[in-house]
């Protein structure tokens, strides 16, 4: 009984230790990437982004946002890159959508947010690539929706996602 007990004490022990080990290995390897990927680009932030889907999980984005500075630190371009897919495997007869992705952009000086960019992907299990800069950059928000294949209103968006914002650099 004595041996028994010993043995589930040292399991329970181990386990324990194991649980607390490995969130803190795991979160510094993850600071390690983050740390080699930024500033190894040569832009003064970047970072990956997303996922982020539709509402009903039919349409997905991921990317990647870097930013330049100029060297008086008064203006800045931000470039944008990502893929947008469409995981909508019904066909358009039973309901099936294409992926659509919005971006909008807040601009130094302005007090609101303008039009962005905005890419549509029809092409079930497929992905689009994409690529856009703006200057002068104070935010950057995207949103993922499903739009019709011929139609020109998104819906079953996700939110806004702010993928950048000049404050938090």
């Given at each position: 009984?004595?041996?028994?007990?010993?043995?589930?004490l040292?399991?329970?022990?181990?386990?324990?230790?194991?649980?607390?080990?490995?969130?803190?290995?795991?979160?510094?390897?993850t600071?390690?990437?983050?740390?080699?990927?930024?500033?190894s680009?040569?832009?003064?932030?970047?970072?990956?982004w997303?996922?982020?889907?539709?509402s009903?999980?039919?349409?997905?984005?991921?990317?990647?946002?870097g930013?330049?500075?100029?060297?008086?630190?008064?203006?800045?371009?931000?470039?944008?890159?990502?893929?947008?897919?469409?995981?909508?495997?019904?066909?358009?007869?039973?309901?099936?959508?294409?992926?659509?992705?919005?971006f909008?952009?807040?601009?130094?000086?302005?007090?609101g947010?303008?039009?962005?960019?905005?890419?549509?992907?029809?092409?079930?299990?497929g992905?689009k690539?994409?690529?856009?800069?703006?200057?002068?950059?104070?935010?950057?928000?995207?949103?993922?929706?499903?739009?019709?294949?011929?139609?020109?209103?998104?819906?079953?968006?996700?939110?806004?996602?702010?993928?950048?914002?000049?404050?938090?650099?």
């Amino acid at each position: 009984m004595k041996r028994l007990t010993t043995a589930l004490l040292a399991t329970a022990v181990t386990a324990g230790a194991l649980a607390f080990a490995l969130p803190a290995t795991a979160n510094a390897a993850t600071q390690a990437t983050t740390a080699v990927t930024a500033g190894s680009s040569g832009y003064d932030y970047d970072e990956y982004w997303g996922p982020y889907r539709s509402s009903n999980h039919r349409a997905k984005a991921t990317g990647w946002i870097g930013v330049e500075w100029d060297r008086h630190q008064r203006s800045n371009e931000v470039h944008v890159r990502g893929k947008l897919y469409d995981l909508d495997h019904r066909t358009y007869r039973q309901g099936g959508k294409c992926g659509y992705v919005k971006f909008q952009v807040n601009h130094f000086g302005d007090d609101g947010w303008s039009g962005g960019k905005a890419y549509k992907y029809c092409g079930a299990g497929g992905a689009k690539q994409f690529h856009f800069a703006e200057e002068d950059v104070r935010s950057v928000r995207v949103k993922v929706c499903q739009i019709e294949l011929r139609g020109s209103y998104p819906t079953r968006c996700g939110g806004w996602e702010y993928l950048y914002t000049a404050e938090s650099e």
